[in-house]
Each structure stands twice: as structure tokens, then as C-alpha cells.
């Protein structure tokens, strides 16, 4: 019997030794699971870097809430992907997240590329059974969340650039303009010109800043 080998990080302890509960039981057709479990950031940092000196896994799973528990450094499921394609870049990585709009989705596309990506309130057996399948065999996998925020970004005709999409994704969560420069390293200037900037790329030049993320979210950036 093959055994395709999982790596498991999340910081909800019972939601990974949920997948492997379900994963290991299973026959897949013609191969079985076995599934290790990290439980914060550091062990999943440790595992990821102990398999790329011997045996590496064949798909990691990771959260994106994923913070150190002994460091204030803002670090997340997102450093261990980009950590896990430069140690091991055989191995699989999908994303498991709470997360499912689309700048999230789509920052994650853009530096990590991963090999799969579900949301977790799409999570069942049946579909994580098919995820294991799909991304051993011929990934990638998408469930039907993060799916549609790919498609929605595909189709649109704007380009805009990683601090115009910071700008938008922080006025969507309610920070006010003038605390935006500073988590962007940029003058409040700079950020208040960047919106009068997306406001006519927008068409909503006369309009409010919710008026512009209202705009952001129907062409799939938010």
C-alpha cells in the first residue's frame, strides 16, 4: 500500500486531528494517509525544516492565522508557504482558512502559488477526501469559495498594484486614512493622492471612501 505523507499546521488543535481522523481511516483508492500535527507556528517552522533534510512530505497543509506564540513578529501560515517553496518545493501546499475574500485569497496566489486552497466553511469529508486526491494526482484544488474570488480576479481589466490593493483592503476593515501610512510605509500624502487616483480609475470620483471600496469589492478586489 503507498502512503501519501500529510503535514498538518494549524493552531486549533482539534480542527487538523479532524483531517486526520477522516484522512487516515480512508483507503484512497490505492493509497492511505498518514498525517503529522503542528499546533502553532514554531512547530510547524521545525517540521518544514526537518523534512527538507530527510523525508519530506508530499502535501502541507496550512492556515493563514498562524502566529508565533513566543515572538510579538507578525508572521503567518503565509511565511511557511513561501518557507515551504524555497526548503521543500515538492511538496504540496493548500491552504485551509476561515479566509475568503479576495485580497487574501489572491495575496496568497501571488507570493506563494499554492497547489490547493479551501475554505473552511466548504470543509467536509467529501471534499477533503477529493482535495487529498486531486492535488496527489493532478492539483490544483479549489474549493468553491476560493474559486469563484480567483475567477472574479481573472476577469477584471484593471491593474493595480500591491499598495493601491493595501490602500483599498484597509479602508474595507475601517482604518482611517490617516493611520494607513504608517502601516503601508508610505506619507499620508502619498495615500491620500493613491485614492483620488482610484477613485477616477473606478469611476467614483465624486463619491465617499465607501463608495470606493463598494466599487473595489464588485470588481473582485476586496
Not at 8 to 34: C, N, R, S
Not at 47 to 63: C, H, P, T, V
Not at 73 to 81: A, F, K, T, Y
Amino acid at each position: 500500500m503507498k502512503y501519501v505523507r500529510i503535514l498538518a499546521i494549524d493552531d486549533h488543535e482539534m480542527t487538523p486531528l479532524g483531517y486526520k481522523y477522516v484522512l487516515e481511516e480512508k483507503d484512497l483508492g490505492g493509497f492511505q494517509v498518514k498525517m503529522d500535527v503542528a499546533s502553532n507556528y514554531e512547530m510547524g517552522e521545525d517540521s518544514i525544516r526537518s523534512s527538507a533534510k530527510g523525508l519530506r512530505y508530499d502535501i502541507i497543509l496550512l492556515d493563514i492565522r498562524l502566529f508565533p506564540t513566543e515572538s510579538h513578529e507578525q508572521r503567518s501560515g503565509e511565511d511557511l508557504g513561501i518557507l515551504a517553496r524555497e526548503l521543500v518545493p515538492e511538496s504540496k501546499v493548500v491552504f485551509m482558512s476561515s479566509f475568503s475574500d479576495n485580497y487574501r485569497i489572491n495575496s496568497i496566489f501571488a507570493s506563494v502559488n499554492p497547489d490547493g486552497y479551501m475554505v473552511k466553511s466548504e470543509i467536509d469529508e467529501k471534499s477533503l477526501i477529493a482535495m487529498v486526491q486531486t492535488v496527489t494526482k493532478n492539483p490544483p484544488y479549489y474549493s468553491a469559495g476560493a474559486l469563484a474570488a480567483i475567477r472574479r480576479k481573472m476577469a477584471n481589466d484593471v491593474v493595480l498594484d500591491e499598495q493601491d490593493k493595501k490602500i483599498l483592503y484597509f479602508l474595507s476593515v475601517g482604518t482611517r486614512t490617516k493611520d494607513i501610512g504608517q502601516l503601508i510605509s508610505a506619507a499620508n500624502t502619498t495615500v491620500e493622492s493613491r485614492k483620488r487616483q482610484l477613485k477616477t480609475l473606478f469611476g467614483v470620483e465624486n463619491g465617499n471612501d465607501m463608495s470606493l471600496v463598494e466599487e473595489a469589492k464588485k470588481r473582485g478586489f476586496l
